[in-house]
Nanobody
Framework: QVQLVESGGGLVQPGGSLRLSCVANGITADYTAMGWFRQAPGKEREGVSCISRRDDTTVYGDSVKGGRFTISRDDAKNTVYLQMNSLKPEDTAVYYC??????????????????WGQGTQVTVSG
């Protein structure tokens, strides 16, 4: 049983930064990818960024392209990070960490990601 625990959310002003962490307790080598997803009230779940556990390939959702967000991984700590800079009010959402053991997964929809954390709230407000 893999358990994902997110942390690092909070309240930040527009233009500020946060770093989210996801500790993947009990994760094994057959998990192929990790990802960050978010869901705001009244909106569908959105893929933010995903990273391969095999070759470090990364992808970013359309809403965060342009270098604002960076996903990274520390295998020694079983941890995935999401560095968020230049935050905007529209980034406000519950952010979820997820893990995939599928050979193919979809960072946009979350298909293939079978294990999810409880979420951490990010609020960007002046």
């Amino acid at each position: 049983q893999v358990q994902l625990v997110e942390s690092g959310g909070g309240l930040v002003q527009p233009g500020g930064s946060l770093r989210l962490s996801c500790v993947a307790n009990g994760i094994t080598a057959d998990y192929t990818a990790m990802g960050w997803f978010r869901q705001a009230p009244g909106k569908e779940r959105e893929g933010v960024s995903c990273i391969s556990r095999r070759d470090d390939t990364t992808v970013y959702g359309d809403s965060v392209k342009g270098g604002r967000f960076t996903i990274s991984r520390d295998d020694a700590k079983n941890t995935v990070y999401l560095q968020m800079n230049s935050l905007k009010p529209e980034d406000t959402a519950v952010y979820y960490c997820a893990a995939s053991k599928a050979w193919r997964s979809d960072c946009r929809s979350g298909v293939g990601y079978g294990t999810w954390g409880q979420g951490t709230q990010v609020t960007v407000s002046g």
